[in-house]
């Protein structure tokens, strides 16, 4: 295998970000409207904005991708990171590349001079589970949702 490179997305990496964009969102069985997803793509565009993007190379090929936010709190000074999504192809998993995805995250968060970076999981999700598991300490919080 050769290198597996960790950047920012660029604008110019649409056609190779949304395959993974849609495979993420198929894996959770969910949907999003095109607007939606142009409007993603447009906000991890955005240098503006809160969400930032990475995605994981090898070659020219798209193996992976994390997107993330940082976060005003009222616990602390720094803010909070969520990572919101994490998707990694699967005839490339096993590879470390979550994990990697994950190690970037954690760097920019520092750098932001985040306190925390957190992210939640399906429960049925028993693979990532176990990487989460390795890289960061499982929350005692219940999450409630209001859909609006």
Known sequence: MS???IRPVAASERAQWEP???GYLAFYEKSVPGAVTDFTWARL????DAIEG???WEGERALGLVQYLLHAST???GGNVYLQDLF???E???KRIGRRLIAAVTEASRAKGAAVLYWQTEEFNGTARRLYERVAKRAPFVRY???L
């Open 54 to 56: 990475l995605m994981a």
């Open 145 to 147: 949702n209001v859909e």
């Open 88 to 90: 990694v192809v699967p």
């Open 45 to 48: 565009n955005d240098p503006k």
């Open 3 to 5: 290198d597996i490179v």
């Open 92 to 94: 490339a998993r096993g």
């Open 20 to 22: 993974l964009w849609l």
């Open 75 to 77: 616990w602390n000074m």
